[in-house]
């Protein structure tokens, strides 16, 4: 057996400020869900690990559905505009949001990009956050959907190993299937893991190199019969 050095309730650093931070970022989010709501627009928070392949799905997603709805991508990124780039080549709208040096988006960086935004010609936001699989679950952006992306080139033990957001995702995406037999890793080991934590989350494998399974991405976000406004 390993060593182990645990901490004790109240010894990590600033819990207090902690606290104070999320409840504010709470209070952004309750105000970007209203402002959304308003505008009859659905929002989808888009979270995974770098590599995992966030921005390919969203890719996918937005060629799938920009013939049907009027897109924006909101693209979550320390310093580049790379993924935006990528986005932004299949014609729809993209806020790029560099956070500099955080790891994660919080609900005022989303709500000054709903601010440059025009609103009433939009129908679906998808924003893509930092790639990391720890905080971003904790900052709510006021999005309907959260999505948390994992590839099974990742290995077994993604799940395991971060619980917390998968306990705050709506829809788990496993990335890459095709390239399940090579590493090892089986889907179905990974959806049993996942609905471990969070029962009511809905899995589903996919492959962006190949397309398999982005119909049952789009079912899953019950974004295929979105009202227009
Ligand atoms: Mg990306
Ligand atoms: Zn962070």
Redesign the pocket.
Known sequence: MAKLVKHDEGEVFDIELEENILKANEDAAAKNRELLRKHGIKAIDIMGSIGSG??SLIELLVQKLKGKYRIAVFNG?LTTTI?ADRVARHGVEVVQINTGKECHLDANLIAKALDGTNLDKLDLIII?NV?NLICPGEFRLGADERLVVISVTEGPYMVLKHPFIFMEADVVVINKIDLSQAMGVEFEKLRNDVNKVNAKAKVVGTSCRTGTGISEVVEALQIDNLRRQ
């Open positions: 966030k921005t990124d993924d893509e790639g």
